[in-house]
């Protein structure tokens, strides 16, 4: 079926009758104003979003137009200045910072651009470390764990070798099995290929599908028009509001 378009600023009408209790991502009505010496800058602008769970969604639009802020809503790395996020029905908004971090750990895969991995550890040990943290998997499962899902991402075999050793795409293949530690339902990204070659891109893109099928949402932050129109939609904004939506249906 051919794509559908929306343009009412809101993802696509199939979200609308679901069960909000039930959505991995509701954000309703999201403002987020920077406050700096130069003044107010509005990065969120009322944003409205309901995700249904599995879905596979690319998040696009022109640098500050709000994508990164956007996922730092869901994540709980920045709050809202006004509006609620919900996200697996816990209210993000309203919890404190160190309930944050217990939740994000055991809630949300986060992929970032840049890796984030620590040097010092091996790439098996950066996978252990967010079960060692969230103390969700029991730790005689951890070890076994860990290896698995470097193995999923085709890892298995650099899992002592330290980051430096890696390169960028094997970094970001350990990232990714690091993001799923503990099984979360949602992995949010922000430009996970952004500093990858395009054959490197598009095998972490298609470990995002095996994902999406396995039943995880995934929201993506690319400027990579052909990554995004691989995703069964994407959300486009522009100046802190979402402008458009198409679905892949």
Excluded at 211 to 222: E, P
Aim: glycine share 10%; hydrophobic share 40%.
């Amino acid at each position: 079926m051919a794509a559908r378009r929306s343009n009412s600023g809101r993802t696509p009408s199939q979200t609308d009758f679901a069960d909000r209790d039930g959505l991995p991502v509701d954000l309703r009505q999201v403002v987020k104003i920077y406050r700096t010496d130069a003044g107010e800058f509005t990065a969120l602008a009322g944003v409205d979003l309901h995700v249904q769970p599995g879905s596979f969604l690319a998040i696009t639009g022109k640098s500050g137009s709000g994508k990164s802020t956007l996922i730092n809503m869901i994540t709980g790395i920045d709050g809202p200045t006004s509006g609620e996020v919900v996200v697996n029905g816990t209210a993000v908004h309203a919890l404190t910072e160190e309930q944050i971090a217990v939740w994000r750990g055991q809630t949300i895969g986060v992929i970032f651009q840049f890796f984030q991995l620590l040097p010092t550890l091996t790439a098996v040990e950066n996978v252990l470390l967010p079960m060692d943290y969230a103390q969700k998997i029991a730790v005689s499962d951890r070890p076994e764990r860990a290896m698995q899902l470097l193995d999923q991402v085709g890892m298995a075999g650099c899992a002592h070798e330290l980051p430096a050793a890696l390169s960028g795409g094997q970094q970001q293949s350990v990232a990714i099995a690091r993001a799923l530690a503990n099984d979360p339902p949602l992995v949010t990204a922000d430009e996970p290929t952004g500093n990858l070659d395009s054959g490197t891109a598009d095998r972490v893109f298609r470990l995002f599908e095996d994902l999406a099928d396995s039943g995880k949402t995934i929201l993506m932050v690319t400027h990579d028009d052909d990554l995004a129109r691989r995703a069964q939609g994407t959300i486009v904004l522009a100046d802190g509001s979402i402008v458009d939506t198409v679905w892949r249906l």
